[in-house]
C-alpha cells in the first residue's frame, strides 16, 4: 500500500501570553495510506480538529514535519504548494457557517477553481458544477439557489461539492456529520464512501464519537490531550480496546441490538479533561485512569505495537515498567 500523507511528530501550540502555552497537538505520527479511511477519535478539545487544520495548512505547525505525496510541506516551493492545496481539501462540521450566504451555489463550488485558474471560461466551469452537484446526489437546479433555501444534509453536500471542486486526491472531513439529523448523517456516509470508490479518494476523518468513525474507518487513532494513545484497525479497536482511554469511550457506545442484554459495565471517567495549557507530567490521561500506577506521573509511556499493526501509549503494556508482569488483563 502506497503512503500517501505521512504526519511525523507534528506539533501545534498557541502561545496565549504571560508564558502559558496551549499546547493543542503535541506531537503525533502516523501514516495514511492511498485510499484508506483514516479516522481520528476523541472527545472535544483533544486536538483533533487542530491537527486536521495544521496538517491541511490553516494552521502553521509549531514543529514536526506533514509528508504528501512523497514531498514535504516545508520544502515546497510555490508552485509544489499550489499543488498541495489542490490535492488536499477539506470538509466542515458546520456546511451552513462554512457556505457564503450571499453566494450562489454556484459561485460557492466555481470559487476554488477560480482561485486555482482551472476551467477558464464561466461556460466550462458551470459544466463542471453541475457534475459535481449530480455527483454528490443534487441536480443543476439547484445552482442558482443560496444556502439558506436547503435542508442541513443538502448543505452539507454542497460543501461536498465545493472540496471536489479541483479533484483533490485528500479530503480532511472534520465531524462532517455531526450537526446533522441522525437520519441524514448515514446518507452523507454513504455519499461519502461512494465518492470515494468512484474518485479513489483518501479521507481523514474526524470524530468525537467511536460509533460514528467505526462504519467509515479502515484504521482509527485516539486522541487524548493533543496526543494518540492507541492506533489500530477499526475491527481490532472494538475487539480488543488496549488503551484505558479507549475502553472507556467504548464503553458509552449501546449496543444496537435492542435484543442482545447489554452486560458491559460503563465505564465512567474519574473527574474532568485537564486542561492543555497545563496537561499532566508523565502520561497525560493517568488524572482520569483507574489504573495509574507510581510510573505514569514519573514516565511518559512509550509508544509500543503491541500486536501488528495494533499500537499503544500505556505503562500496563510496558514489561519493562510492570516489572515483567502482563498487566494487560487488568486493564481488558
Ligand atoms: Fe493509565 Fe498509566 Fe496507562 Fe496512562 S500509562 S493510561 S495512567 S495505566
Ligand atoms: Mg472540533
Not at 505525496?69 to 520544502?75: A, F, K, S
Not at 456546511?95 to 485558474?117: D, K
Not at 448515514?186 to 474518485?199: C, F, Y
Request: charged letters at 25%.
Amino acid at each position: 500500500k502506497q503512503v500517501l500523507l505521512e504526519v511525523k511528530e507534528l506539533k501545534k501550540h498557541f502561545h496565549l501570553g504571560k508564558n502559558q502555552t496551549l499546547k493543542a497537538v503535541d506531537g503525533i505520527s502516523f501514516k495514511i495510506h492511498q485510499g484508506e479511511t483514516f479516522g481520528i477519535v476523541g472527545e472535544s478539545g483533544c486536538g483533533k480538529s487542530t491537527a486536521g487544520r495544521t496538517i491541511i495548512g490553516l494552521y502553521d505547525a509549531t514543529d514536526g514535519d506533514v509528508v504528501f505525496d512523497g514531498m514535504n510541506v516545508h520544502d515546497m516551493n510555490e508552485k509544489e504548494r499550489f499543488q498541495f492545496h489542490k490535492q488536499m481539501q477539506m470538509i466542515f462540521q458546520d456546511p451552513y457557517a462554512s457556505l457564503n450566504p450571499r453566494s450562489t451555489v454556484a459561485e460557492i463550488i466555481s470559487e476554488p477553481m477560480e482561485v486555482h485558474g482551472l476551467y477558464k471560461t464561466k461556460k466550462e466551469r458551470l459544466k463542471k458544477v453541475y457534475q459535481l452537484l449530480e455527483d454528490v446526489g443534487l441536480n443543476r437546479d439547484h445552482a442558482n439557489r443560496y444556502p439558506h433555501e436547503f435542508s442541513g444534509g443538502q448543505r452539507q453536500r454542497i460543501g461536498i461539492a465545493r472540496a471536489l471542486a479541483l479533484d483533490p486526491k485528500f479530503i480532511i472531513a472534520d465531524e462532517p456529520i455531526s450537526a446533522l439529523d441522525v437520519s441524514v448523517q448515514a446518507q452523507v456516509v454513504n455519499l461519502l464512501n461512494q465518492l470515494q470508490r468512484e474518485k479513489g479518494l483518501t479521507y481523514l476523518f474526524i470524530a468525537h464519537d467511536l460509533s460514528m468513525v467505526k462504519q467509515i474507518s479502515d484504521r482509527i487513532a485516539v486522541m487524548y490531550l493533543g496526543h494518540i494513545v492507541e492506533l489500530t484497525d477499526s475491527s481490532q479497536l472494538y475487539k480488543k480496546p488496549l488503551h484505558p482511554y479507549t475502553q472507556a469511550l467504548l464503553s458509552a457506545i449501546p449496543i444496537p441490538d435492542p435484543d442482545v442484554e447489554d452486560k458491559r459495565e460503563r465505564i465512567i471517567l474519574n473527574g474532568e479533561l485537564p486542561s492543555p495549557v497545563d496537561p499532566p507530567s508523565g502520561c497525560v490521561f493517568r488524572t482520569r485512569c483507574a489504573h495509574a500506577m507510581d510510573a505514569c506521573s514519573a514516565i511518559k509511556p512509550a509508544w509500543q505495537e503491541i500486536d501488528e499493526n495494533h499500537f499503544v501509549a500505556c505503562h500496563l503494556y510496558d514489561k519493562k515498567i510492570t516489572g515483567g508482569q502482563d498487566h494487560s488483563q487488568v486493564a481488558a
